[in-house]
């Protein structure tokens, strides 16, 4: 991704933050992670965030969706020291639709990106508001995507380790762009 | 604690957690706990909070403290099933000096309630303002107070089992009042 590109990026999810009431330090804005799995194509598949702490037990990250950006479907399985991440979502701003393992909801609110459908295969839908939240336990596959304001999600979770996530589409390679 | 206090207290956490922007649901709203550590003082030795989540592995909590109310000094000791609680504060609203083991700080900006001093015995100090975060490990002295504004502040860590908490003061009671 080029910088200017990453820039445009950074600012619109500073922008949410701003929206969602999140005050953060000057070094953390600086360093927003703007992920775009490696499909080059950031506003329909990506993630930005903010990683307040990750210690051996505990991290806390901060994340935004663009307007209708999607974050793909994974897991995070066993790992050497544990059974696999577990994540809680909370919604801070906007509105998320999330889908796990479980019965397919009927009538969705949301859909995978188009041309990428293939590599969706859960579809129990939860719908976030701000205030409202949900636990994945580990080894679940899940993703998300935001409505038409964006959104800012807080993740609770046991340590991250981006290496050992799992997607569903075979092409992702989880790194920063930058 | 009489009903009405409690819901006096409340009132005012709830104020503080608008000013911080922390949306809640109606549910947690009603359920603030309100803490007052057996001593009777609210408004000086207190603390009030919501959990967002407490699973075996993460803990979540929204932590409001009144203008000058003091979390008193405690740490969070070895446990059946890990080291002790490990815990990060990350300043949403207001100031929050905090004070931990380690070289006394010289000229510290808070004071532990008078009258209650023999009752503190750390006093390296950190001031959190908002965005500003500190982790505390496992069975380590901490106490910490808020500025005259109060202070909104999220605490992410591992599972909380409040009855395993040791507090330097040992008229401490950790059970909520209501
Ligand atoms: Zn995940
Ligand atoms: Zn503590």
């Avoid at 719908?127 to 994945?136: E, H, M, N, R, V």
Wanted: proline share 4%.
């Amino acid at each position: 991704m080029e910088r200017q590109k990453y820039e445009e990026i950074k600012g619109k999810a500073l922008a949410l933050y701003e929206k969602a009431g999140i005050i953060l330090t000057e070094e953390e804005k600086t360093s927003i992670e703007v992920v775009d799995f490696g499909l080059h194509n950031i506003e329909v598949t990506g993630l930005q965030l903010i990683t307040y702490v990750n210690t051996e037990k505990v991290c806390a990250k901060e994340l935004a969706l663009l307007p209708n950006q999607t974050c793909p479907e994974h897991k995070h399985p066993k790992r050497d020291f544990d059974e696999g991440k577990e994540e809680t979502f909370r919604c801070r701003y906007g509105k998320v639709y999330l889908y796990v393992e479980g019965n397919e909801t009927e009538t969705r609110s949301a859909h995978p990106p188009q041309g990428d459908e293939e590599n969706y295969t859960v579809f129990h839908e939860l719908i976030l508001s701000p205030g409202q939240q949900y636990t994945i336990y580990p080894n679940t596959l899940h993703w998300f995507k935001s409505g038409e304001d964006g959104a800012v999600i807080s993740e609770f979770s046991t340590k991250s380790t981006d290496e050992s996530d799992v997607f569903t589409d075979s092409r992702i390679i989880r790194v920063p762009m930058m």
